[in-house]
């Protein structure tokens, strides 16, 4: 049961550079993430290496505990309005300073949809 | 545009309500900025960050969240942490803050809200009886010297400069007095303070530690300095690995102290330990009576990332 998408290896590549940088963003270790969602930490690093695919289980749980949607780790994602108003409004910052705080405003959107899902459950 | 006592009135009022809505104990110290933050339901990260301190966002369909600079001192994280705080306990929505060093220029050009926030975040981490619990610690009934200071804001784990600047807020001190010592500078404090050579860098902190502090566990980083001070030159200190002597800047060499000056009791030592979880125990037994002291210490190390309770 893999995801049908990426298709080629050079996708996996990129699903598993994003996987990574998501769960280095969040300062997770590989451990921690093995632990939390039962995925051996051997395969994580596969999986982050682009070199084992990953099933749609697997990137449901990853999903879950990084709070990032399976869309954004498949690289499907756009910035919504929201966070694009939020640009527009934050101009007197660093250009680090800017993506910094447009990446968590991203975050904590995507977290407030998490919740209302769990809470319509 | 309100002045900055208008903004303290305001401030303590608003922070005491914090403390008991968030379940915080004012009469604990350090009060625990992080956690209260994860009680109010706002989410926390830090992350580099090259100009900002930190920022609170509050944004439509979204949680509300803080993002604090992990280049900054401990300390000042932590009252940049209450900072953001008292701009969502306060409702002043999204924020950004370049600069909240109350002693640059920028300080006198504060706005109404910037005001309220720092103000809040000075009364949210050093509530009266905060200060008055550790200053009871240090054995102090009132504060005579910067240094007395400076060793408070250690045990509040707050800036020493916004210490400083709080104590006619809580009448510690007089406006005249808080001024004529902020032109003395932490690290000549830190130099009077510590017997060993003073150190390439001017982070470490350097912990005086004596018997009072008993029970008390202290938030170290690597490389922070801990004088021990002993009633007896012959008292001896147990620590484990992690915790190693320094030579001081009049014995020749570590373990020497056989003659009874006051460098021989206060003896340095120096945090050289992985953080992490783990406690390690200072001990200290009498040579002639049957009593001793431990205090712990906890090493804590580079935030980054997300506030775990938020990814379980």
Same mark, same amino acid.
């Given at each position: 049961?893999?995801?049908?998408?990426?298709?080629?290896?050079?996708?996996?590549?990129?699903?598993?550079?994003?996987?990574?940088?998501?769960?280095?963003?969040?300062?997770? @270790?590989?451990?921690?993430?093995?632990?939390?969602?039962?995925?051996?930490? @051997?395969?994580?690093?596969?999986?982050?290496?682009?070199?084992?695919?990953?099933?749609?289980?697997?990137?449901?749980?990853? @999903?879950?505990?990084?709070?990032?949607?399976? @869309?954004?780790?498949?690289?499907?994602?756009?910035?919504?309005?929201?966070?694009?108003?939020?640009?527009?409004?934050?101009?007197?910052?660093?250009?680090?300073?800017?993506?910094?705080?447009?990446?968590?405003?991203?975050?904590?959107?995507?977290?407030?949809?998490?919740?209302?899902?769990?809470?319509?459950? | 545009?309100?002045?900055?006592?208008?903004?303290?009135?305001?401030?303590?009022? !608003?922070?005491?309500?914090?403390?008991?809505?968030?379940?915080?104990?004012?009469?604990?110290?350090?009060?625990?900025?992080?956690? !209260?933050?994860?009680?109010?339901?706002?989410?926390?990260?830090?992350?580099?960050?090259?100009?900002?301190?930190?920022?609170?966002?509050?944004?439509?369909?979204?949680?509300?969240?803080?993002?604090?600079?992990?280049?900054?001192?401990?300390?000042?994280?932590?009252?940049?942490?209450?900072?953001?705080?008292?701009?969502?306990?306060?409702?002043?929505?999204?924020?950004?803050?370049?600069?909240?060093?109350?002693?640059?220029?920028?300080?006198?050009?504060?706005?109404?809200?910037?005001?309220?926030?720092?103000?809040?975040?000075?009364?949210?981490?050093?509530?009266?009886?905060?200060?008055?619990?550790?200053?009871?610690?240090? #054995?102090?009934?009132?504060?005579?010297? /910067?240094?007395?200071?400076?060793?408070?804001?250690?045990?509040?784990?707050?800036?020493?400069?916004?210490?400083?600047?709080?104590?006619?807020?809580?009448?510690?001190?007089?406006?005249?007095?808080?001024?004529?010592?902020?032109?003395?500078?932490? #690290?000549?404090?830190?130099?009077?303070?510590?017997?060993?050579?003073?150190?390439?860098?001017?982070?470490?902190?350097?912990?005086?530690?004596?018997?009072?502090?008993? #029970?008390?566990?202290?938030?170290?980083?690597?490389?922070?300095?801990?004088?021990?001070?002993? !009633?007896?030159?012959?008292?001896?200190?147990?620590?484990? /690995?992690?915790?190693?002597?320094?030579?001081?800047?009049?014995?020749?060499?570590?373990?020497?102290?056989?003659?009874?000056?006051?460098?021989?009791?206060?003896?340095?030592?120096?945090?050289?330990?992985?953080? #992490? /979880?783990?406690?390690?125990?200072?001990?200290?037994?009498?040579?002639?009576?049957?009593?001793?002291? !431990?205090?712990?210490?906890?090493?804590?190390?580079?935030?980054?990332?997300?506030?775990?309770?938020?990814?379980?």
């Amino acid at each position: 049961m893999t995801t049908e998408r990426p298709s080629d290896n050079s996708e996996w590549v990129e699903l598993g550079r994003r996987l990574r940088e998501t769960r280095e963003y969040l300062n997770l @270790s590989q451990q921690y993430v093995a632990d939390r969602t039962g995925i051996p930490r @051997s395969a994580i690093s596969d999986v982050e290496r682009g070199v084992r695919k990953v099933d749609s289980l697997e990137i449901k749980k990853l @999903s879950k505990l990084y709070v990032f949607p399976v @869309s954004y780790l498949l690289g499907e994602d756009e910035p919504d309005e929201g966070v694009r108003a939020l640009a527009r409004a934050v101009t007197d910052l660093t250009d680090h300073d800017r993506a910094e705080v447009l990446r968590y405003a991203q975050f904590l959107r995507f977290s407030a949809a998490s919740q209302k899902r769990q809470q319509r459950r | 545009m309100s002045t900055w006592l208008e903004a303290h009135r305001l401030a303590n009022l !608003a922070a005491a309500q914090t403390h008991g809505d968030l379940n915080v104990d004012p009469a604990h110290f350090p009060v625990d900025v992080f956690g !209260a933050i994860g009680e109010a339901d706002v989410m926390l990260i830090w992350r580099p960050l090259p100009r900002l301190f930190g920022a609170y966002l509050d944004e439509p369909d979204s949680r509300p969240g803080i993002i604090l600079n992990n280049g900054l001192s401990h300390a000042a994280q932590r009252q940049t942490a209450a900072h953001e705080l008292g701009h969502h306990v306060l409702g002043h929505g999204t924020r950004t803050d370049l600069d909240l060093d109350p002693f640059t220029e920028r300080h006198t050009k504060w706005s109404d809200v910037e005001k309220a926030a720092e103000a809040f975040a000075s009364w949210f981490l050093m509530p009266r009886r905060a200060m008055a619990a550790a200053m009871a610690r240090l #054995g102090l009934e009132r504060l005579t010297q /910067p240094a007395e200071v400076y060793r408070l804001s250690l045990l509040l784990g707050t800036p020493y400069r916004s210490t400083l600047r709080h104590l006619p807020n809580v009448r510690l001190a007089s406006q005249a007095l808080t001024r004529s010592w902020m032109s003395v500078p932490p #690290g000549r404090i830190k130099t009077g303070l510590d017997p060993a050579p003073v150190p390439t860098s001017r982070e470490p902190d350097v912990w005086v530690v004596g018997p009072a502090l008993t #029970g008390l566990t202290l938030s170290v980083r690597p490389s922070d300095r801990l004088i021990i001070e002993l !009633a007896d030159s012959a008292d001896r200190v147990e620590v484990g /690995p992690g915790v190693v002597e320094l030579a001081t800047r009049t014995a020749a060499a570590p373990g020497m102290r056989g003659a009874p000056s006051e460098a021989a009791r206060r003896v340095p030592f120096e945090v050289d330990a992985t953080p #992490g /979880p783990a406690e390690h125990t200072i001990t200290v037994r009498s040579s002639t009576r049957s009593d001793s002291w !431990a205090v712990q210490l906890k090493v804590e190390g580079h935030r980054s990332g997300i506030a775990r309770r938020w990814v379980t």
